[in-house]
């Protein structure tokens, strides 16, 4: 039997999906920014450089992750396999925030790895400051959070309301 969906079921999939774009976008774009170690200054303004979580140490996850978000996702706007969407969604939405997290701590030392002319410690880098990429990165990572958690609330408290108390149930008996 064919059911129409509720907003509720299709609602946060389609966030997800939007999310996801946000966050691929987010990955292309400068992640942090920091002033030209050694670099001559002009005008009194120093050169920045940029660098965006494609040079991450973590790129190649943070790929599989949206990959993943993306294809749950849409597997879950199919109404197939509801379930196993939404523990897919719930578990790689969480990866993806502790990748954003992960990646943006610690003075960005993932995403900064081994520059050419970079002191040994990136502590002594002057300036580094969060950019754009991590903005719309993090931000897609919280709210895909957010809708997947809406997707599994909303899971639960269906899959909780089909189904019917033993006590309620009747048995016949043929004979």
């Not at 064919?2 to 389609?14: K, N």
């Not at 400068?30 to 790129?59: C, H, I, K, M, N």
């Not at 919280?142 to 309620?168: D, E, G, I, K």
């Amino acid at each position: 039997m064919f059911r129409r969906p509720r907003l509720l079921e299709v609602l946060p999939a389609g966030v997800v999906l939007v999310a996801v774009a946000v966050m691929s976008l987010g990955t292309f774009l400068p992640f942090v920014s920091f002033d030209a170690y050694g670099a001559l200054e002009t005008g009194g303004v120093v050169p920045r450089e940029f660098a965006s979580l494609t040079q991450s140490q973590d790129a190649r996850w943070i790929v599989v992750v949206l990959v993943i978000l993306g294809a749950a996702a849409a597997l879950h706007l199919t109404g197939r396999h509801r379930s196993a969407s939404t523990a897919a969604l719930l578990i790689a939405s969480l990866a993806v925030v502790a990748l954003g997290l992960l990646d943006g701590s610690n003075h960005a030392e993932r995403v900064l790895p081994g520059l050419w002319g970079e002191p040994a410690n990136l502590s002594q880098l002057p300036g580094i400051t969060p950019d754009l990429g991590y903005y719309l990165f993090l931000g897609g990572a919280v709210v895909a959070f957010a809708a997947s958690l809406v997707m599994a609330s909303t899971h639960l408290r269906r899959s909780s309301a089909s189904s019917t108390p033993l006590s309620s149930t009747r048995i016949r008996f043929s004979g």
